[in-house]
């Protein structure tokens, strides 16, 4: 019933642009906190981007920032990620992610879906 399901994803080369989209059901989108995680092979899972609620402040690791934009639209309870200007490094699988902003904390997972930056 809980789902997060992530889309978007592909190949592009460096410099291009990718959109991920992320879409939820099964859980009261407005009580979460909305995060992407990417994860490359032979890497730890690594935070990217978060965003506290709707119009709110983010946060973004110093790897992707002024390149990536995280966003959500409440009413149709999609988070996306807008990546730019990627580049060979960015290549990871990318997950969605929602924990409840006050305790206990509650999360969600999505499978994830692949971003690979290449030449």
């Known amino acids: 019933q809980v789902q997060l399901v992530e889309s978007g994803g592909g190949l592009v080369q460096p410099g291009g642009s990718l959109r991920l989209s992320c879409a939820c059901s099964g859980f009261t989108f407005s009580n979460y906190v909305m995060r992407w995680y990417r994860q490359a092979p032979g890497k730890e899972r690594e935070l990217v981007a978060t965003?506290?609620?709707?119009?709110?402040?983010?946060h973004y690791a110093d790897s992707v920032k002024d390149r990536f934009t995280i966003s959500r639209d409440d009413a149709e309870k999609i988070t996306n990620l807008q990546m730019n200007s990627l580049k060979p490094e960015d290549t990871a699988v990318y997950y969605c992610?929602?924990?409840?902003?006050?305790?206990?904390?509650?999360?969600?997972w999505g499978q994830g879906t692949q971003v690979t930056v290449s030449s």
């Open positions: 992610n929602a924990i409840t902003r006050y305790p206990p904390r509650i999360e969600h």
């Open positions: 965003i506290i609620s709707e119009g709110g402040i983010t």
